[in-house]
């Protein structure tokens, strides 16, 4: 492997594993072992001609580049024919207060970047999760909290700075930067990367808008008013009567979700099943009141064997979350989205939920979680030639799924499916067909589940122009082939 140091500047990091190295070994960060093995040589660059350099040995060596950022897509393989492209040197942040924009790095991390914008009094649309890549999110829509204020992650994106696979004319790599204001195939390749973007190049930067932190009338100027309830298993029933009263005239600036999971280790009762119900309000704490009335109910309240309200600095809105980020073992994300979902689908799936892992602590990692929020802004949004066809539905069906070996995959998957099969029966029966979430697409998965036919084919047709030897894995050319 001289060959390839010796290829590349001297300023990238260049290591080629040994026969039998062990893939999470040599990724310790991707948050799940499932579809990888032992990449052909990871390589962490500094600068923009470093990448340059190793997508060109990469062409001509019949190899393929992955970056990486957050880590967290778990559908994206790493194969042993893959340089796999370590993008930390590329994760700083800066705000433009007076343009109201933040521009990041290709390998930002949401965490940082809401903590950092938060300490500065600003914010921008970032996952649900303080370990989550922003730019791999971007490539597919970027669901947020936010969402009802702002619309999707991806309506935010003023442009991005890209390193293609390959140039339109054929000539020598460069870095491209596309734009709202562009025209032609760059304008195309703005919009597929806003929500199809995989494999089209390795992007190294991206400027999203900004909005203070006042805007939004907070609680102390900087607290998100939360609610959470915890109710027991016998109570299920409760919980999705009041998660459903909840979605009745939902204003903008709340999130809410309800949920099934296994307590953790550190609780009373490690692996009882548990019911939640939160909210999160994005104002005054007289309004937030008023909004999730429904949770201060008696009838609600004599049900459930916890009931908290906090104020949580913006900036650690996601910590709560921080367990779920950890990485290794074998564990995936499956996501849909549906427009309505009624108490019998919810009581179904709970208890589907408690008999797939019932007995089996192994599987304990388990959740279903049933994040919801207003559509009316992301509708409006919507363009003609728009990558992302959930505008309308307003709930998330996310299963994540944990499991020991990677022998229970097929196991897991299939109550995955499931879930969401449940979960859709109100759609269907209303004539609406299924939608899963390209953000948390699943090795294997049918791309007809995320994108029409006619999208496919042109996302398709980008792709031969700006990866046209195919270096960039992309699900509509390479598939989910080992």
Not at 476 to 481: E, I, K, L, M, N
């Amino acid at each position: 492997m001289a060959d390839l140091r010796a290829a590349l500047p001297q300023t990238c990091d260049v290591f080629v594993p040994s026969p039998g190295t062990k893939p999470e070994e040599l990724l310790p960060n991707r948050w799940s072992r499932t579809a990888i093995s032992t990449p052909h040589a990871i390589v962490t660059p500094t600068t923009i001609p470093d990448i340059v350099a190793t997508i060109n040995y990469a062409t001509s060596h019949g190899l393929k580049v992955i970056p990486s950022g957050g880590a967290r897509a778990s559908f994206v393989p790493v194969t042993q024919d893959v340089i796999y492209l370590d993008l930390r040197h590329f994760s700083s942040f800066s705000l433009d207060e007076d343009k109201r924009e933040v521009t990041f790095g290709g390998a930002c991390i949401s965490g940082p970047l809401i903590k950092g914008l938060a300490e500065k009094g600003w914010y921008t649309a970032t996952p649900s999760g303080n370990g989550v890549g922003m730019t791999g999110a971007l490539l597919g829509g970027l669901n947020h909290p936010l969402v009802g204020v702002h619309g999707m992650g991806k309506d935010l994106v003023k442009s991005f700075t890209i390193v293609p696979f390959s140039m339109p004319d054929g000539g020598e790599l460069r870095p491209v930067t596309v734009t709202r204001e562009s025209e032609g195939e760059e304008r195309i390749l703005f919009d597929v990367l806003r929500g199809a973007g995989h494999g089209m190049g390795v992007i190294v930067s991206a400027t999203m808008e900004a909005y203070p932190l006042a805007d939004l009338k907070l609680e102390g100027g900087d607290k998100v008013w939360q609610r959470t309830l915890v109710f027991p298993p016998n109570a299920v029933d409760a919980a999705a009567d009041a998660y459903l009263a909840l979605q009745t005239n939902a204003p903008s600036n709340m999130s809410f979700f309800t949920g099934f999971m296994r307590a953790p280790p550190n609780a009373p009762r490690p692996g009882a099943p548990v019911v939640l119900l939160a909210a999160s309000f994005f104002g005054p704490a007289a309004a937030a009141e008023k909004a999730t009335a429904i949770t201060f109910s008696d009838a609600v309240l004599s049900k459930t064997v916890n009931a908290i309200t906090t104020l949580t600095p913006f900036g650690d809105l996601h910590n709560a979350l921080d367990p779920t980020n950890a990485p290794g073992g074998y564990k995936e994300l499956h996501g849909a989205f549906v427009r309505s979902i009624g108490a019998p689908s919810l009581s179904s799936i709970f208890a589907s939920f408690l008999s797939y892992t019932n007995d089996k602590p192994e599987l304990f990692g388990t959740s279903v979680i049933f994040p919801a929020s207003n559509t009316a802004k992301s509708e409006s949004l919507a363009a003609k030639d728009d990558l992302y066809n959930l505008r309308d539905r307003g709930i998330y069906v996310q299963v994540k799924t944990s499991y020991p070996t990677a022998a229970g995959k097929p196991e897991a998957d299939a109550f995955a499916k499931s879930v969401h099969e449940l979960a859709r029966t109100d759609d269907r029966e209303a004539g609406r067909r299924d939608w899963n979430f390209a953000n948390n697409m699943v090795e294997g998965m049918d791309l007809k589940n995320v994108y029409t036919s006619e999208q496919i084919s042109e996302i398709a047709r980008v792709a031969g122009i700006w990866n046209k030897g195919g270096v960039g894995w992309c699900p509509t050319a390479s598939g989910w082939r080992r």
